[in-house]
């Protein structure tokens, strides 16, 4: 090794070891991160997979526990919303086979919900809107291949309602009792459709963060608005559960990531090879 390259992996080195997630050396009031590193004993072996050593735990120190507590506060939010809920879930009586599932959503949503039911032209009206939200989140997907050359909210949109049609299928959740319908609401006729998960949400999360990566900031919000607000009507119509449109939320983030991983991994051969051109489809080996 020469002296360049001496100096280069002493900077490296330097540099990971100053990671902001690591403690500073509070004695001297300056960060001196290498020695708190290098004064731990590191021993640690694996072999063929099986780990052996000291355990983890055994090394922590009451200044670990502060800082962890100090500077990683949303873990440990979550650890105390895992402890609160598993006492929540021992302790909270089932709902009874004879009683209808409850939900929050539709606790809240109680005044909307009357307000439908009595009022059927307010029904039909906001059936009517979300139907025309649906058709600009399907415009939007399907432009952004068409017209953009860009198709990864396809993709995602495909991956999506595929898994749902698969999840929907394999437990067919029974359609809650109040349920308004409307003969102008999507799927158009009131005819049969599956409750978990709301394509609704999912396809409308897609489309904004693909409007994010664009920089089209306020169609983004625009979109996640009305998102909102599809929810809100969807729980007052009965039309879907409140684990549905939470899970809508999450496949579209979740389906968005996984169309991108598939980008990617067909983009690599295709920039070797050289099939890939701008402004056409990739063109794919399977």
Same mark, same amino acid.
């Given at each position: 090794?020469?002296?360049?390259?001496?100096?280069?992996a002493?900077?490296t080195?330097?540099t990971?070891?100053?990671?902001p997630?690591?403690?500073?050396?509070?004695a001297?009031?300056?960060?001196?991160?290498?020695?708190?590193?290098?004064?731990?004993?590191i021993?640690?072996?694996?072999?063929g997979?099986v780990?052996?050593?000291?355990?983890?735990?055994?090394?922590w120190?009451?200044?670990?526990?502060?800082y962890v507590a100090?500077?990683h506060?949303?873990?440990?939010?979550f650890?105390?919303?895992?402890?609160?809920?598993?006492y929540?879930?021992?302790t909270?009586?089932?709902?009874?086979?004879?009683s209808?599932?409850?939900?929050?959503?539709?606790?809240?949503t109680r005044?909307?919900?009357?307000?439908l039911?009595?009022w059927?032209?307010?029904?039909?009206?906001?059936?009517?809107?979300n139907?025309?939200?649906?058709?600009?989140q399907s415009?939007y997907i399907?432009?952004?291949w068409?017209?953009?050359?860009?198709?990864?909210?396809?993709?995602?949109a495909l991956f999506?309602?595929?898994?749902?049609?698969?999840?929907?299928?394999?437990?067919?959740?029974?359609?809650?009792?109040?349920?308004v319908?409307s003969?102008?609401?999507f799927p158009?006729?009131?005819?049969?459709?599956?409750?978990?998960?709301? !394509?609704h949400v +999912? %396809?409308s999360?897609?489309a904004? #963060?693909d409007?994010r990566r664009?920089? @089209?900031?306020?169609?983004?919000w625009?979109?996640?608005?009305?998102?909102v607000?599809?929810?809100?009507r969807l729980l007052g119509t009965?039309?879907?559960?409140?684990?549905d449109?939470?899970v !809508?939320?999450g +496949? %579209?983030?979740?389906?968005?990531? #996984?169309?991108?991983?598939?980008?990617? @991994?067909?983009?690599?051969?295709?920039l070797?090879s050289?099939?890939?051109?701008?402004?056409?489809?990739t063109?794919?080996?399977?």
């Amino acid at each position: 090794m020469n002296a360049a390259d001496a100096v280069a992996a002493t900077t490296t080195t330097t540099t990971l070891l100053s990671s902001p997630y690591k403690r500073s050396n509070k004695a001297n009031g300056e960060s001196n991160d290498v020695n708190v590193i290098a004064n731990k004993k590191i021993d640690v072996h694996c072999n063929g997979g099986v780990y052996h050593g000291k355990a983890s735990f055994m090394k922590w120190t009451l200044d670990d526990v502060v800082y962890v507590a100090r500077y990683h506060r949303i873990p440990c939010i979550f650890a105390a919303g895992l402890l609160f809920f598993m006492y929540v879930e021992y302790t909270l009586r089932m709902v009874p086979d004879s009683s209808p599932p409850f939900d929050l959503g539709f606790v809240f949503t109680r005044s909307f919900y009357r307000a439908l039911a009595s009022w059927p032209e307010l029904n039909t009206l906001l059936a009517a809107l979300n139907t025309v939200f649906v058709g600009m989140q399907s415009v939007y997907i399907i432009g952004t291949w068409l017209i953009e050359g860009r198709p990864r909210a396809s993709i995602a949109a495909l991956f999506m309602f595929t898994c749902r049609g698969i999840l929907g299928y394999s437990t067919q959740l029974p359609l809650p009792q109040e349920f308004v319908g409307s003969g102008v609401d999507f799927p158009v006729g009131n005819v049969s459709f599956f409750l978990f998960f709301s !394509g609704h949400v +999912a %396809g409308s999360v897609i489309a904004s #963060l693909d409007m994010r990566r664009m920089q @089209r900031w306020k169609l983004a919000w625009l979109f996640d608005t009305l998102n909102v607000l599809q929810s809100v009507r969807l729980l007052g119509t009965r039309g879907h559960y409140t684990i549905d449109l939470a899970v !809508g939320v999450g +496949a %579209g983030i979740l389906f968005d990531l #996984l169309a991108g991983k598939y980008e990617e @991994r067909k983009r690599k051969p295709a920039l070797v090879s050289g099939t890939m051109k701008e402004g056409k489809p990739t063109k794919l080996k399977l």
